[in-house]
């Protein structure tokens, strides 16, 4: 069933999530970045390793804000940003195992973009054998900044700038 759409989520919809959420975001987290381990061979990947007081903590932070997709009440997708100065950071965009291939990743990223109206740049990573991911932040135009080293294998940087257009786009 993988890749084919849920008629049960015919329009989804980008909800904000807090505190209350936490716990959900995390078990979402780990299934989601199983994946990612494998392909770059490290199981102590920081998404994997993040404790639930770790995370409240990130959710408390005023600069981050959490945002994710339900299907009759299962969180099935979330993203975390970070607004610092001119830019948000993205980070922490999961979708559950089950639903990928869905168009979920790329709505969230839309809607990244027009969280924060002031800002001028959007920035995440992945790590280099993250072929899905890097595919899908390319098709919608983000561009290569960077690498750094992570151990085995290289974290690829991107950024995007947002246009005021993209920023008055709300989702």
Same mark, same amino acid.
Request: hydrophobic content about 35%.
């Given at each position: 069933?993988?890749?084919?759409?849920?008629?049960?989520? $015919?329009?989804?919809?980008?909800i904000?999530l807090?505190? #209350?959420?936490? /716990?959900e975001i995390l078990? +979402?987290? &780990?299934? @989601?970045?199983i994946?990612?381990?494998?392909?770059?061979s490290?199981?102590?990947?920081?998404?994997?390793?993040?404790?639930?007081?770790?995370?409240q903590?990130?959710?408390?932070?005023?600069?981050?804000?959490a945002?994710?997709?339900?299907?009759?009440g299962?969180?099935?997708?979330?993203?975390?940003?970070?607004?610092?100065?001119?830019?948000?950071? $993205?980070?922490?965009?999961?979708?559950a195992?089950?639903? #990928?291939?869905q /168009?979920l990743?790329?709505? +969230?990223? &839309?809607? @990244?973009?027009?969280?924060?109206?002031?800002?001028?740049?959007?920035?995440?990573?992945?790590?280099?054998?993250s072929?899905?991911n890097?595919?899908l932040?390319?098709?919608?135009?983000?561009?290569?900044?960077?690498?750094?080293?992570?151990?085995s294998?290289?974290?690829?940087?991107?950024?995007?700038?947002?246009?005021?257009?993209?920023?008055?786009?709300?989702s």
């Open positions: 069933m993988g890749g084919q759409p849920n008629p049960c989520l $015919l329009a989804p919809t980008v904000e807090g505190l #209350q959420d936490a /716990g078990t +979402l987290q &780990r299934a @989601a970045y994946t990612e381990a494998t392909a770059h490290d199981f102590g990947l920081p998404p994997l390793t993040q404790t639930l007081a770790e995370l903590e990130e959710l408390s932070d005023p600069a981050v804000t945002r994710g997709i339900r299907d009759r299962r969180l099935i997708a979330a993203m975390r940003l970070r607004h610092k100065g001119d830019a948000v950071e $993205l980070g922490r965009l999961i979708v195992p089950d639903r #990928q291939g /168009g990743g790329t709505l +969230l990223l &839309r809607h @990244a973009e027009a969280v924060f109206p002031d800002a001028r740049e959007i920035r995440l990573f992945t790590g280099e054998h072929a899905a890097i595919r932040y390319e098709r919608l135009g983000y561009r290569e900044a960077g690498r750094t080293t992570a151990g294998y290289q974290l690829v940087h991107f950024t995007k700038p947002l246009t005021r257009a993209g920023r008055r786009r709300a």
